[in-house]
C-alpha cells in the first residue's frame, strides 16, 4: 500500500498550530491532496482571525477548525471535548503536534511541555482508534490506526551539535526545547506501545516561514510535501525514531 493510501485511510489528522506556516500548509497539503483524510481537525490559538484557514475550509468541507491554545490545560480540555464529538466512535487516527514559537519565555512550554500535554489530553480518543485497529481491521502501527507526530527539529539533535551547526545556530531556548521534545518523543514512544499508538519525532527541515527566515532552503510546499509522504509510510519499525522530513534517521 503507498503512503499516499494510507493517508486516505487515515479517518481523522488534528493539526495544531494550523493558521499559518508548516501548519497552514499541513492542512491544505491534506485537503487538496488526491488522498484525503476524511477528518482534517485544524487547531488554532485565534480561528477568527485566521483568515487562510478560513478560506481553506470553506472550500474543503472535510477541514473541521477548533480552537486550541496550546499552553492553556483549559483550552486543551475544551478541544478534546469538541474533537471528540467530531470522531465520535471512530477515535482519532493521528495527533501532528506542530505548534511552535521562538520566543525565549514560552520555549519550552509550547515546544515541549504543550506536545506532552495535548498528547495526554487526546490519549483517550487515540487509543479508541487504535482498539479499532485501522482500516479494515487490518492492526499494525501506522497514522491510519493511531498515531502520535511531534514537529522537532534537527537543531535539538546532541550528536549534531558541533561543528558548523553549532557555530551558526545557538538559539539556545529553541535547540535546548526541540532536545527536550526529542526525549518527550522517545518516552511517549514507550508508554504508548502497549496501546498500538505509533510516535515518531520528525524534521520538517529548515524551512522559509516566519520563524525560519527568507535563507532557508525549502519552501513550505517542498518541506509538507515530502513529509507527508514519509508520515503516510510510517510502520512498527519507525515507533520511537526521530526522522528528517526525506525519512532519514537523525541522530538524538
Not at 522537532?152 to 545557538?170: I, Y
Not at 505509533?198 to 513550505?220: I, N
Request: hydrophobic share 40%.
Amino acid at each position: 500500500m503507498t503512503s499516499a493510501m494510507h493517508l486516505q485511510n487515515c479517518g481523522s489528522v488534528l493539526v495544531t498550530g494550523a493558521s499559518r506556516g508548516l501548519g497552514l500548509q499541513l492542512v491544505e497539503r491534506l485537503a487538496s491532496g488526491g488522498s484525503s483524510p476524511d477528518k482534517i481537525i485544524a487547531a488554532s490559538r485565534n480561528p477568527a482571525s485566521a483568515q487562510k484557514l478560513q478560506e481553506l475550509a470553506e472550500k474543503h468541507p472535510n477541514i473541521h477548525i477548533v480552537t486550541l491554545d496550546v499552553v492553556s490545560q483549559e483550552s486543551i480540555e475544551h478541544c478534546v471535548e469538541e474533537v471528540g464529538r467530531l470522531v465520535r466512535e471512530e477515535g482519532l487516527n493521528c495527533v501532528i503536534n506542530n505548534a511552535g514559537i521562538n520566543v525565549v519565555a514560552e520555549n519550552f512550554h509550547t515546544n515541549a511541555v504543550a506536545p506532552l500535554m495535548i498528547t495526554k489530553g487526546f490519549l483517550p480518543l487515540l487509543k479508541r482508534a487504535a482498539l479499532r485497529g485501522g482500516a479494515g481491521g487490518a492492526g499494525g502501527m501506522g497514522i491510519q490506526r493511531a498515531a502520535v507526530i511531534n514537529m522537532t527539529s534537527l537543531l535539538g539533535s546532541v550528536a549534531l551539535n558541533w561543528g558548523e551547526l553549532a557555530k551558526n545556530f545557538k538559539w539556545y531556548p529553541y535547540r535546548t526545547s526541540k532536545s527536550a521534545l526529542n526525549m518527550v518523543s522517545r518516552c511517549m514512544a514507550r508508554d504508548l506501545e502497549p496501546d498500538g499508538i505509533l510516535c515518531v519525532a520528525v524534521d520538517p527541515g529548515w524551512v522559509r516561514t516566519d520563524m525560519g527566515g527568507s535563507e532557508a532552503p525549502l519552501s513550505a510546499e517542498e518541506s509538507i510535501s515530502s513529509l507527508l509522504s514519509v508520515i503516510g509510510g510510517l510502520t512498527e519499525k519507525h515507533h520511537g525514531s526521530f526522522l528528517n522530513y526525506t525519512g532519514e534517521i537523525l541522530p538524538w
